[in-house]
């Protein structure tokens, strides 16, 4: 079955970057979209980007533009979110999470857990 | 960005009742709507992905219907583990935003 299991809790400084693991398992990894999606305390969930894990091109939010990238390791059938220049703002959950079909369709068929970034100084 | 709205923001409801939650779209978004569940301390999970299909594993009790701008999530006989907080997301053009979310609870 579709797994994704993700790296465990941070805690940064305000300017620091993060960076987030995501393991996939129970299916092609090379064949699908992985979404990065994020949720603040009292916000809503809100889409950074996406990376396919074939070719490796990606796409991010307009909000997120020039902090995030979303990487890939074919080899270990993992995706990597890193954000930078963090604020106490990106406190948040952040989840992984494959599209719910190879042709793409930004629709999150399978969650990673989550993992809890806490930006504080 | 389209902006994507829920109502209510929470409802209270009994097992066995029917339940029904809106979403509507700033623009249309075709069928391009999909509905998540999720509970405290958990990731989302989805239900309903193109408006109105059943992602695999799910109960049947669970619908969803719509088009363009005005979408329904329904739970045809409430039971005790729907009570959770329900989104729904378009999936249509970037940022495939989501909507604030409806909790459900015990009434």
């Known amino acids: 079955q579709v797994q994704l299991v993700q790296s465990g809790a941070e805690v940064k400084k305000p300017g620091a970057s993060v960076k987030v693991s995501c393991k996939a398992s129970?299916?092609?990894?090379?064949?699908?979209?992985m979404h990065w999606v994020r949720q603040a305390p009292g916000q809503r969930l809100e889409w950074m980007g996406w990376i396919n894990a074939g070719t490796g091109n990606t796409k991010y939010s307009q909000k997120f533009q020039g902090r995030v990238t979303i990487t890939r390791d074919t080899s270990a059938s993992t995706a990597y979110m890193e954000l930078s220049s963090l604020r106490s703002e990106d406190t948040a959950v952040y989840h992984c999470?494959?599209?719910?079909?190879?042709?793409?369709?930004?629709?999150?068929?399978?969650w990673g857990q989550g993992t809890l970034v806490t930006v504080s100084s | 960005d389209i902006q994507m709205t829920q109502s209510p923001s929470s409802l209270s409801a009994s097992v066995g009742d029917r339940v029904t939650i809106t979403c509507r779209a700033s623009?249309?978004?075709?069928?391009?709507l999909n509905w998540y569940q999720q509970k405290p301390g958990k990731a989302p999970q989805l239900l309903i992905y193109a408006a109105s299909s059943l992602q695999s594993g799910v109960p049947s009790r669970f619908s969803g219907s719509g088009s363009g701008t005005d979408f329904t999530l329904t739970i045809s006989s409430l039971q005790p583990e729907d009570f959770a907080t329900y989104y729904c997301q378009q999936s249509y053009t970037t940022s495939y935003t989501f909507g604030q979310g409806t909790k459900v609870e015990i009434k």
């Open positions: 999470a494959r599209d719910l079909l190879p042709s793409g369709s930004y629709t999150y068929g399978y």
């Open positions: 129970g299916y092609r990894f090379t064949s699908y979209v």
């Open positions: 623009q249309s978004i075709s069928n391009y």
